[in-house]
């Protein structure tokens, strides 16, 4: 799939300190452990090969391949992709 991935945790064991110094409490993130998570984020941004629409009305339609994630039908079996109900358009938000 070409999908690019962003490896927090390698980046933030690369200093010796890091539990001290990426987080207040062992599981929130510090102001150097956000710097981090940051930069790593910008890093796969910046070299993905396609032009991402961040706007909302675009998302559904973007990723719209089927998923077993998706809603279940009346009848139980099949699944409801809502990226394909189109509700949503008729609706001005901006």
């Known amino acids: 799939m070409g999908v690019k991935v962003v490896d927090l945790f390698t980046a933030l064991q690369k200093r010796d300190d890091w539990m001290d110094a990426c ?56 699944t409801l992709n809502p990226s394909r109900w189109t509700f949503y358009r008729e609706h001005q938000w901006d």
Do not use: N, Q, R
Not at 49 to 64: N, Q
């Open 23 to 78: 987080f207040i409490d062992g599981i929130h993130l510090s102001a150097e452990g956000s710097k981090i998570v940051v930069e790593e984020k910008l890093k796969v941004i910046k070299e993905v090969d396609w032009e991402p629409c961040l706007h909302w009305k675009s998302m559904p339609t973007e990723f719209a391949e089927d998923s077993p994630y998706d809603l279940v039908a009346a009848d139980g079996k099949t």
